[in-house]
């Protein structure tokens, strides 16, 4: 083990020193790499699969240690303990490189060929959490074009060896990323063009196309249409949104860099529109707003909240990382304030405490989310169905037409206080947990609607004369000249009245269906593969944790706002319905109400009352640290937040 006081400047060397060669830690051996290539064949355009994949947050660390201290002054880079091979999981260290290409194999040998495209939401260096090994920009690039390879092996094209136009070198796009640690020191990303855009115009110029370049040098945003004129992937640069970026100052005023990446997205949302295209929205930092839990800075959540209520028809969905926990989030369009929007007032709210995610940290945003959801709408149980069905339980006829007005009514006014039939009142961001292990290893696949374009095909490669001059007039202005600080602010156009409502709200083609959760277990992995006898059969994997498909706790029929309000109120009862109900022991139970008078009592016999949980509110909990702790771990940090 190297000690602390004889650490050498040439510890950062392109290999990893600090683990043994093995199997684990080679690249992966693509198609591409062939000494024969056929470079006559040419690799056919992919039909969709309706799948896609999110995966986040790398953290990946050369100096990482197998081993060694999990103490977070060691950060598994120095003493002895219990660092595995593939990971300290459960810990603050960063992911070590075996991790990195274990991941990158999974992913090649089990999901590479049925997936259209891939969402990559940034943080793929390690935090600079060692005061004896300092970050430096050399470190932050090279582990960044080490990623940037890893994606090569997987999805690189075998036949295009010779091809000048580096944006058509894989066989499906890839859309990546600004992390908060991405950049040196971290957090802090000033205006545009700085350093950090100029570098990763290289390090990205596999992913960037052509004609947003420029763009991207400003400001680090972009967009891919990762299905040609029908869908696009768009990066936002969320770091000038960022609370924690004491380099700029929110999104009101014209002179910062947020007031114009909204402009951009608001010009950029507008042409979709305009083109009968849909956008999903990735970021890197997302939108939290709770009173432990600030986030973005507030003019920036407001402008977010106006623009997918304005372009409600165009989004599809938002889809972000950093929190390094499985969650979602409601954005409520009743918050919308125009005086922040516009500047001409001051915010109320401000951050308090630290971003950092840390486990109590997340813990008290998770309940707080949890107070918010409490006051969401009550829905009329059972309303959608015996409404639409007429099936009511066995009553008089006129008693069967009274209740049922009275829950029409109801359900009328439950429909108005959340926006109408679809739940247009909200919108909804969904945060992924990520692969570093602070908890497990993770990643996401989606499933959305291809009714319709099943001809079409995924692809990065696009005309790019007929794109550069597609681009409408208000962004080449925007993109020559910058923002006038004499124009007027510019409300976004809401959707047409009789445009039906979008992908994000009502099913149709591109909303997203369902997805699956995967994990890996590293503390069984680890142990398998831990020396001196490695386990017979031991295998790294994904496995899944939960799918939402067939998942009977969330009962998610789809991934539209509705679903998700419905979660959220579910999750935000304190008096839990009876099908939302375990006892203590997690059984399933009904209500102590209705369990009371189907029991009977011998007179003036005491019975003690079970203690109910909302089995909604602890699955989402449990999830949110990717089934990697306990119940004593979670009553530990939670306490008496989990009973009910």
């Known amino acids: ?61 050369r100096f990482y240690s197998q081993f060694a201290s999990t103490d977070s002054d060691d950060a598994c880079h120095w003493g002895e303990g219990n660092a595995g091979i593939f990971g300290a999981e459960k810990t603050d260290c960063d992911s070590p490189i075996s991790l990195i290409n274990a991941t990158f194999q999974w992913i090649n040998d089990n999901i590479k060929d049925t997936i259209d495209f891939v969402v990559w939401t940034g943080d793929s260096a390690r935090h600079d959490n060692d005061e004896l090994i300092p970050r430096t920009k050399e470190q932050i690039v090279e582990l960044n074009e080490m990623m940037v390879e890893k994606f090569v092996e997987v999805f690189g094209k075998s036949d295009n060896l010779n091809d000048t136009d580096p944006t ?19 957090n802090i ?33 972009f967009f891919v249409e990762v299905i040609p004129n029908k869908l696009a992937v768009l990066s936002l640069n969320t770091l000038y949104f960022f609370n924690s970026n004491t380099a700029v ?57 106006l623009w997918l209520q304005q372009y409600r028809d165009v989004v599809v969905g938002g889809l972000y990382g950093h929190m390094n926990i499985d969650h979602f989030m409601l954005q409520d369009n009743y918050e919308i304030n125009l005086r922040l929007v516009t500047g001409k007032a001051e915010p109320a709210m401000r951050p308090r405490g630290s971003n950092k995610s840390s486990i109590q940290s997340s813990a008290e945003y998770l309940t707080q989310l949890r107070y918010r959801w409490s006051s969401l709408p009550a829905k009329v149980e059972g309303q959608d169905i015996d409404v639409r069905n007429g099936v009511w339980p066995d009553e008089k006829k006129e008693e069967k037409e009274n209740k049922k007005k009275e829950r029409k009514s109801k359900h009328h006014q439950y429909l108005d206080k959340i926006g ?145 309000i419905d979660l959220a109120t579910r999750i935000g009862k304190y008096k839990p319905g009876k099908n939302d ?41 449990k999830r949110a640290y990717v089934g990697a702790k306990n119940e004593e771990d979670l009553q530990d940090q939670f306490g008496s937040m989990l009973d009910d």
């Open 420 to 564: 109408g039939e679809w739940g247009e009142r909200y919108s909804a961001t969904l945060v992924g947990a990520s692969v570093v292990p602070n908890y497990f290893p993770t990643m996401r696949i989606f499933k959305y609607n291809i009714t319709g374009v099943q001809g079409s095909t995924s692809s990065m490669h696009t005309n790019h004369e007929e794109a550069a001059s597609a681009q409408p007039d208000e962004l080449k202005s925007q993109r020559n000249h910058g923002i006038s600080e004499k124009r007027k602010y510019v409300k976004p156009h809401p959707p047409s009245k009789s445009q039906p409502p979008g992908p994000a709200y009502s099913p149709q083609t591109f909303s997203w269906l369902s997805y699956t959760q995967y994990f890996a277990n590293l503390t069984t992995i680890n142990a398998a593969f831990a020396p001196p006898h490695k386990s017979k059969g031991a295998e790294f994997l994904y496995e899944v944790e939960y799918d939402t498909k067939n998942d009977t706790v969330y009962r998610l029929p789809d991934l539209t706002v509705r679903s998700y």
């Open 249 to 305: 100052n929110g999104c009101a005023s014209k002179s910062e860099p947020g007031y114009e990446h909204f402009e951009w997205l608001r010009v950029q949302l507008q042409f979709f529109r305009q083109r009968g295209m849909k956008a999903i929205l990735e970021g890197h930092v997302p939108p939290a707003r709770t009173m432990s839990k600030l986030s973005w800075d507030e003019t920036c959540w407001q402008k977010y909240t």
């Open 189 to 221: 990303f000033t205006q545009g063009p700085n350093e950090w855009t100029k570098t990763f115009l290289h390090v990205w110029r596999k992913f960037i196309p052509e004609e947003q370049r420029h763009g991207f040098e400003r400001g680090g945003w």
């Open 1 to 61: 083990m190297i000690l602390r006081s004889l650490l050498p400047l040439a510890l950062w060397t392109a290999s990893c020193h600090c683990l043994p060669e093995s199997d684990l830690q080679k690249p992966l051996q693509s198609a591409f790499t062939s000494s024969h290539p056929n470079k006559n064949s040419l690799e056919k355009p992919r039909k969709l699969h309706g799948r896609f994949l999110h995966i986040t947050d790398f953290h990946p660390d």
């Open 581 to 621: 109900v375990w006892d203590t022991k997690g059984n399933d139970v009904e209500d102590d109400l209705s369990s009371t008078r189907k029991r009977k009592h011998k007179k003036n016999k005491k019975h003690k009352k079970r203690k109910a949980i909302n089995k909604v509110w602890w699955t989402f909990v």
């Open 168 to 186: 058509n070198d894989f066989t499906i796009p890839i859309v990546p990323n600004f992390g908060n640690n991405d950049i040196l020191p971290h």
